[in-house]
RNA sequence: GGUACCGUGGCCGAGUGGCUAGGCAGUGGUCUGCAAAACCACGUACAGCGGUUCGAAUCCGCUCGGUACCUCCA
């Protein structure tokens, strides 16, 4: 079958062919997460689309390399905060080295990837270990003229930039709306312009993390991370920059202004971006104190939550949504997704039990090009899902009687619903496991049974519980509190 | 205030001019000892008002409502 892939650019604000710069590599950066705290259902979302997007690229035959990044330095705690660091703070907090802080969320965040079965990164960077490259990338805007000192701090120059190139190119701001809609905030006597952002910043005395450079002893701007990381991993020019749209402006934006001063041309060729995540209607962020953590869902910790919910429903409920749309939480719509999912993977065991026919009175080979269409369709995996559920009725009509496949379609059919369903959708078919609660339920059950037996007088039922149960080395005593149990070593 | 986006049946959510989206919930039916599962049937949903068009959820305008981002800092 053949591919023609396009993808949302938000550059250019339309859907465009995917045509890699250098086939079949291609080179995809995402942005990470801060690491100060535990991720939440909001961090799932970047991490399950550009999950999709790795493995569909990988399903098409490129190689990949996925990069995206900790960030590990120099981001506030919030905007009332003035020039505290979340992670630093969080380390004072705890009475921790930030750097255990880091190592501590960073290890919590791999393991909800891990049970979201998103894949591992090719490349998973952290911006303290790249100082020196940040350093350097400085150096290079500085050399081309787009930067300015001020009081140790470096600066980029927006004004000036803006008169080679367009700053908010990306966002769709101009600097005219940008000048007019300033803001006189304190702090800001350094800069020139009150939109010209940091590249670096001269550390105060306070501040735990820092390192030397030619400006001062501090620390890297935010934007400039992911630039540096971005060049050095995938090269000046790349395929794929992937992450939230909260980081469409200003941080993509200066990603972009950034690369142009140092190398003269953009770092990008596609933009993606993925929507939020809203709860009542609201995004769910940090800021807002409305999130609910992954660890809430997988244990049903969270006041909101009535039970836990599995990390596969998480994935589900995610992937039931185009990425670019926002999605609206609520325990209602998890059930549903739930249901909705246990019924794809009992249709898929079903297949194996077929009864082969003669002939085929289905075309289940159509459904197959449907679903790569829509994964054409800038990784539309809604729709995907809508033709795996077609198949699934499908497949219950043959169960039934009702329509008949012959073995080949049978074995066909079990390949692309494979490949769809765990290979590129990522979904595992676990049952969930809390043996323990279950065993209690289940040897409840069987003693009332054997109790009501003894009621009335049926030994032979009685005691075949019992002696069945032996052979599972399940001991049973008659207590006077009634039938106890235990296992025997 | 600026910029962008959105408003689809009880809930979630696809869909950029004409063709049933889909899932969950609900109702009726088939099947079944009962139940579950499965299958079949059923909802004439596209915020409101106007316009373009043979025809609009889909294009245009206005109104209402909602969300995100807005240059400190990150």
């Not at 934006?253 to 060729?269: F, L, M, R, Y």
């Not at 589900?316 to 609520?330: E, G, K, M, N, V």
Request: hydrophobic share 35%; aromatic share 10%; charged share 30%.
């Amino acid at each position: 079958m053949k591919h023609i892939l396009s993808i949302y650019n938000t550059l250019s604000r339309k859907k465009e062919v995917f045509e890699p710069i250098n086939p079949p590599h291609v080179g995809m950066y995402v942005c990470g997460p801060t690491v100060y705290g535990d991720a939440h259902l909001g961090h799932a979302r970047p991490g399950i689309t550009f999950d999709i997007v790795f493995r569909y690229l990988k399903h098409l035959g490129y190689k990949v390399r996925y990069v995206r990044n900790i960030t590990d330095v120099g981001h506030l705690v919030d905007d009332a905060d003035e020039g505290e660091d979340k992670v630093q703070k969080k380390a004072q907090l705890e009475k921790l080295e930030p750097m255990e802080v880091v190592k501590y969320f960073s290890d919590r965040y791999h393991k909800n990837m891990e049970q979201l079965n998103a894949l591992p990164p090719s490349i998973e960077p952290t911006a303290s270990g790249h100082i020196i490259e940040q350093i350097e990338l400085v150096k290079k805007i500085l050399e081309n003229g787009y930067a300015y000192e001020s009081e140790g701090s470096l600066y980029f120059d927006v004004e000036k930039y803006n008169k080679a190139h367009h700053y908010g190119k990306l966002s769709g701001r101009k600097i005219d709306e940008l000048m007019q809609n300033t803001r006189e905030l304190a702090g800001q006597e350094e800069k020139r312009n009150s939109f010209d952002f940091a590249l670096w910043k001269k550390a105060d005395p306070t501040h735990v993390m820092h390192w030397p450079s030619p400006w001062s002893e501090g620390y890297p701007g935010w934007h400039l991370e992911c630039s540096a990381m971005g060049a050095k991993y995938l090269g000046e020019t790349f395929d794929i920059h992937g992450g939230g749209m909260d980081l469409l402006f200003p941080h993509h934006e200066s990603e972009i202004a950034q690369s142009n001063a140092a190398t003269g041309h953009d770092p990008v060729k596609y933009w993606m971006h993925n929507n939020m995540i809203t709860i009542n209607g609201q995004k769910m962020g940090k800021s807002l104190n409305n999130f609910i953590t992954l660890n809430e869902f997988f244990t049903g910790t969270h006041e909101a939550l009535d039970r836990a919910y599995p990390p596969m429903v998480i994935r589900f409920f995610i992937l039931q949504a185009h990425y670019r749309s926002t999605l609206d939480f609520s325990t209602d719509a998890l059930k549903a997704a739930e249901k909705g999912m246990r019924k794809l993977f009992d249709a898929f065991r079903l297949l194996s039990g077929l009864k082969p026919a003669q002939t085929s009175s289905l075309d289940v080979k159509s459904l197959e090009e449907k679903c790569y269409e829509a994964m054409d369709d800038d990784f539309n995996t809604p729709i995907v899902i809508a033709n795996l559920f077609e198949l699934t009725r499908l497949i219950n009509l043959v169960n039934d009687g009702k329509e008949s496949l012959t073995q080949d379609d049978i074995d066909l059919t079990k390949d692309f619903f494979s490949t769809l369903l765990f290979d590129i959708l990522g979904l595992i078919d676990e049952p969930e496991k809390d043996d323990s609660k279950l065993i209690d339920y289940l040897m409840d059950t069987i003693l009332t049974i054997r109790g009501e037996a003894k009621a009335r007088k049926d030994y032979a039922t009685s005691d075949k519980i019992r002696d069945e149960l032996a052979k599972l080395n399940i001991e049973i005593k008659d207590t006077k509190d009634g039938a106890k149990w235990n296992f025997i070593k």
